[in-house]
């Protein structure tokens, strides 16, 4: 059986993801949605119709089968329940919402009980990443004997050009559209955290004067110099080298490099003869 998708959003990400599909033999791209006029340009190149609303869409194809959502931030949610409302499964890309109320109130709407069959699914990308994979891989093989997490240190730089935060994408600028420097990369490493180490209890920021703004230019000034978390087992990371102290014995790093990453995983020694 062939599933037939729809993709809404003709921006960056929406003609990625329409490769995949058209690459798939199981998947169909039957329609691509966007209200710009030049996104009918962009379907005639995927080979794809082009539609400017969801509700034209529904009403000149048959239901597809599923949807994958890539418009602003700020529009998720209400794409995504028109979508689920119309009996469509929805891959949506990160983040969920760009405020916890509305996140909420859709993963309400998923739980009652006509709803319950249709699938959402969130598009953490990264955790796919041949570097992430063998670092969970690391984390959790018997063989590699890391032994206790006990933190955890990373950094990711990259300097996006101006024209990023350019229109008709300059809603990535405003924090009140969605866009800033936390829902759009720091949600990639929160989700790569809960991947390797769990599920994050606490976070604690810490708060220094402000430097100088950086691209967008006229994004307010970063202001926060260090993201402490803590893990359910007690692991921690933070945005800083940390001090490592442990009674189990000599800590030890295990240095990783990724796609315009780097970062160290401490862990202890579980062997009491070595405390």
């Known amino acids: 059986m062939t599933l037939k998708f729809i993709i809404v959003g003709a921006g960056l990400i929406g003609p990625r993801h329409a490769q995949s599909i058209l690459s798939n033999p199981s998947t169909d791209l039957v329609a691509l949605i966007d ?104 984390l959790t093989s018997s063989a590699t004997s890391l032994g206790h997490i006990i933190a955890i240190n990373g950094l990711w730089t990259l300097l996006k050009p101006d024209s990023y935060f350019s229109a008709p994408t300059a809603w990535r600028a405003s924090s009140t559209t969605g866009g800033g420097v936390i829902p759009i990369n720091l949600i990639h490493d929160i989700d790569i955290l809960h991947y390797l180490l769990g599920p994050i209890t606490r976070v604690h920021a810490e708060q220094t004067p402000r430097n100088a703004p950086t691209p967008p230019k006229k994004a307010p000034p970063s202001r926060c110099a260090s993201r402490p978390a803590q893990w359910a087992h007690s692991s921690s990371a933070t945005r800083r080298p940390p001090r490592i102290t442990s009674r189990l014995g000599p800590a030890r790093t295990r240095l990783f490099r990724g796609w315009r990453a780097v970062g160290r995983i401490f862990t202890a020694s579980l062997d009491p003869g070595r405390r």
């Open 35 to 138: 209200p710009l006029p030049s996104a009918a340009t962009t379907a005639q190149k995927l080979g794809t119709s082009y539609y400017p609303t969801i509700e034209a869409t529904l009403q000149a194809i048959p239901k597809p089968d599923a949807a994958i959502v890539c418009t602003p931030n700020h529009t998720h949610v209400a794409i995504t329940k028109q979508l689920l409302l119309a009996n469509i499964h929805v891959l949506v890309e990160k983040p969920l919402s760009d405020n916890i109320a509305s996140a909420r109130e859709l993963l309400s709407l998923l739980k009652q009980p006509q709803h319950a069959h249709l699938k959402l699914l969130v598009g953490h990308h990264r955790r796919f990443n041949p570097y992430v994979l063998k670092t969970k891989e690391l």
